[in-house]
């Protein structure tokens, strides 16, 4: 995995990668940023940083 994104080729942010695993595949060796994230979803990325913190106070390890 390397630090940007497999799609647009953006420098990837510090929640990115484990967004697109924690939503996509925990295996997933290709990331997206979070704009990516944001077109494959077809949500805005408001709701994705809700998303990050959501994971984060729930205790999620991978945030």
């Not at 295996?27 to 979070?34: K, Q, T």
Request: glycine letters at 6%; charged letters at 25%; a positive charge.
């Amino acid at each position: 995995m390397s630090g940007i994104c497999s799609k647009c080729g953006s420098a990837l942010g510090p929640y990115d990668a484990a967004l697109t695993r924690k939503l996509i595949s925990r295996i997933s060796r290709e990331c997206l940023c979070l704009k990516c994230l944001a077109e494959f979803f077809h949500v805005s990325t408001d709701l994705l940083e809700e998303r990050i913190l959501f994971f984060r106070e729930s205790g999620c390890t991978m945030f």
